[in-house]
């Protein structure tokens, strides 16, 4: 069965997929539904809704709720959905746990309670509160950068006393953290999962002991992510590494040359989906810089097949620029404009 | 006139109130309509509620217009209300803004996005279409421990460019960032309002050029944040300097010894308030913790008149207990009943 | 008497200055006492050789010694001298402070340990040992930034253990931590004493009860510290305000658009010392960057009349460039090359 | 060859050494005689006086070049030796590589300047200065919780114009950081070595194309890192991954349960070598601590037959323990006591 061990536990690449939004800023329904297809015939092995790159905070509550219904609804079934399911608070969160389970939801996953960063007591007494209330099996999600941190001894607390608390998407891209995880947890629940979230070390956290990903560059490239996990449980190492050393090109170029998620956005767009603007407003430079970027995208792509070159090209080398050397090319012609009195700074 | 100098700029101390919860969880309006009387009595310039001491993110977007609705009700002009309006989106926060400007709010507060950590181009990105469609005077809210940080150039940016956006209320207590700010905007916009959010740097803000504080400290023991602020501006140093210290003290007990803002709730509940639970659970140990809070929070305002001393009275040295040392004595006790087989770790 | 209290405190501005180099990067004597006259000359309360503006770490123990050696000849108590003695280890700061007790210097200034991290157990340990073994007073030194941190509870600790351990220089600009500091320490030690780091908040820092500071500001332009000092004293707020204003525009200038402490070396030269080139190498960037920075350095000293403008005159506006907005127009005008086919990217 | 690659590139395990101490705190030459033999006889394939763990800045300039001296003359040639050779500038830190280059040494590694953070451009100005100048081969030291970090298009820079620059060690512990460098270096430089110094990711490390390690606990147990990477190399991963979790718990024990690198030389003095006390002090409590530390290390030991069980035995579950939850039990205590009137707060 897809996204599913032998022993029951999650598995696979699970895509935290983007919501295409219309020109009024709403929900595109019909180019979700068939970027929902697209992906589960590339083979993803489930569906993640309302997770960070699905941008769950920028819409309301409602519109999480529809999200959800029009993905389980188009999938119907053939593969497993995980919906993030973090509302305001303890109580909120279980009415929208008790809706997704009304769906035939696989199971939802609640990112630890964020703006003030709590302490592990307090992540703890929030899951605690959720894993004994929930009618429907929750996956934590860790992500440190966005969110309070869950750690070592609080994943262990709370695998050891909620059953219903089946897995962890870890988002920290820490291999010695998710190791020290999977020690923790494993000898008492040998159902628990552990997912991550770091595209960049998705083939060694297969090789140390992870059961999948959750892998916002699987709803870009959703062929190629796949066949990296299926390379790496197959042993077939070196072939696998090179595929794992070009995602995290594509990776990087995508998280680090745009606020996130805009470079997933744009290289989504790239694949055939009409993706419309993001509600968080871009600045004229911010915009610039993105249209310099679909084209480093398109180039990338365009390597591995799934898109045309632009016109005029690709330059042999389409590692991101360094906007480092670029400035210092920059300062020391706009230096050569001042001495020779073209330009007054 | 409260809360504004005479070349109009806000002024003045500003508390961002708790909410009282009842046993059910939900709003308690009989006590939040009581506590917003004895704020007014006590002196506070203007109430700030949606703050972060106000757990603006932990209420549904209904529940937080509720929340306005009352305190604007209550106060009936008596003085002026900065309201907390930041939602999901751009689109969501304008309409908060189009509701509050209804109700005679004198101005919102929005916090830079969170979740997300942006840099300055979205947050300027953010600000910009908020600030050209607002139809209500936009203070902006950086508070960089919980959100994307709002840094100089941005503040200069959109203060140069928005007219609506009048103020910024500043919770990073970093005393040269608010000089800086000062200095980039001041110049072009004299009736731009410089806020700060750190109780525990309130006279030093003051003195070095601020209007008036957002102080979560006002909603405890408001008689003595006014006072603070009449006897700085009086320029009466020594006595200021004293209560500010003091206020270090009772701010960082109230900080620090308990999750943010429950030290803070405890702390109104003793001066007569029922406050109820808070939304975010507490774990066993954390409840132990707040109880001896308690008993600690009780002996400083009781210092003041502002509390009875508990039953078994207050030692001599109300510092918060050093809990580095505490963990030695416990560490050297447990060492001592182990070798002598007392006790088996 | 200079740099002292009534109460026997330290007090007042201690400069921490820069040593000048010759042309085979040995200490240039000649202009290291030439720069200590002129120093005394223009009324810094100290001197305070081998700091962090100092460069201490760049040089041998031995010349570290030498270095010490030159200037209490050539200050020859006129000042108090406060001399920088950490080395390698326990024992050989202690050697340093023997060596530097028979010079006659006023008191040892020691940073915590650097570059392992340590915890405050360490940090008390180490400054411990030294205390019961020092023949010459100590000042404690913490700079978060740059070595272990020097945490309240051990401050007090310290204090209350070591009388020889009789003050700190804070360089945190952390002015609540100030504020803690001199609550826990001063009630048993009031013959402690405090002292800032952090010109950037040098008057706010005073006013809550610092007894001086330690300012490389002073260092190059001494007239202006030690005028900011006096007004504060004195009163003058309006005054000391604007001083502080204009302090923290010179300070961000020399900090933040060069590499710690260029800023400050080009500074110096310009004040009329031939400093020499710093022991850190400069990148072909970093030359073109400085000599960039230099002009900018040139026109703020012209204001306060301590430089000539330079050929060519000062811009109106004489705030640092922002290289945020510098970039922005930049990127436009690349575009439009590349647009034009002019650029290939 | 040992420590050698086909293509001539660095490879293995290289052991960061500690330095055994007399009782009057000075280098103990005979121990460190016999501990260079069994490390080598133990199978680690290098030796790398001077490193982090070997505490290079607590020994005087001096006693550095003893050290190595001492260990290059006890391999008498058997495994190659990398040494730590940073100075306190440049031009000392050349002294050091002619110094060591006399002394048949492989190569140096030279970590990134410290106390000071430096921007990339100083870091890449410092080692071009080295790269240019230095009679024997360079490695670079990016250890960055502890000196500046050395980026990834620094490492490119320096690889393309140095030749002399021949590997990296990185202790970052940062998996994509490493696969980041490998792509940017290794298509110029087939010879540039990449070893990690994060006993913690050693195999997935190996697995994504490191070279070897320079790795702490190779110190310790050089059996175990020896097979750790044999079976790595191997393929045999499944036997690799339960060594690599074994190597965590250890790894985390000595690391996290005392201030580096404390729990390692307790862990190498219950290896049998007499290795002194270190020459940080200790407070009362960190030696109380650290005696406790002594016997969870002698159980891990015990497990792998390394050492013999402690008198009284060994607990089934030889995790660390976890310090959040003993903290909760003694509050619990703590809190019963009291309410009892036996305890007095």
Known sequence: MPGRNADGRLRGIFTPNLVPLDERGEINEGELRRYTDWLIERGVHGLYPNGSTG???????????RIVEIIA????????????AAEANVRETLRACEHYAGLGIRAVAIVAPFYYKLGPESVYAYFREIGRNTPIDVTL????????????????RLADECER????????G???????????????????????????????MLLIGCDGGTNASSGVVPELTRKLYDLTLAGELDAARRLQYDLVTLFD????????????RAAVQLRGFDMGRGRQPLSPKQQVDLSLLRRVLQCLLAEHGFADEPVGGCPAD??????????TIVATVLDALQRRGLLQL
Chains 1, 2, 3, 4 share one sequence.
């Open 253 to 264: 170029t995508m998280l680090y040359q745009a606020e996130f998620p805009e470079g997933f």
């Open 174 to 204: 820490d291999l010695p953290h998710m190791i020290r995880m999977i020690q923790a947890v494993r000898p008492n629940r040998p159902d628990f999962a552990f997912l991550t979230g770091w595209d960049a070390a998705l083939m060694p």
């Open 318 to 327: 389409t590692l991101p620029v360094d906007r480092e050397e670029l400035a």
């Open 141 to 156: 999600y860790n992500i440190p950068m966005f969110a309070s941190p869950i750690d070592v001894p609080t994943v262990r």
């Open 55 to 65: 941008e769950f905070t920028r819409f309301t509550a409602e519109e999480r709720r």
């Open 165 to 172: 608390i089946v897995a962890i998407k870890d988002s920290s």
């Open 73 to 84: 609804d188009q999938a119907a079934g053939r593969v497993p959905i995980l919906a993030g």
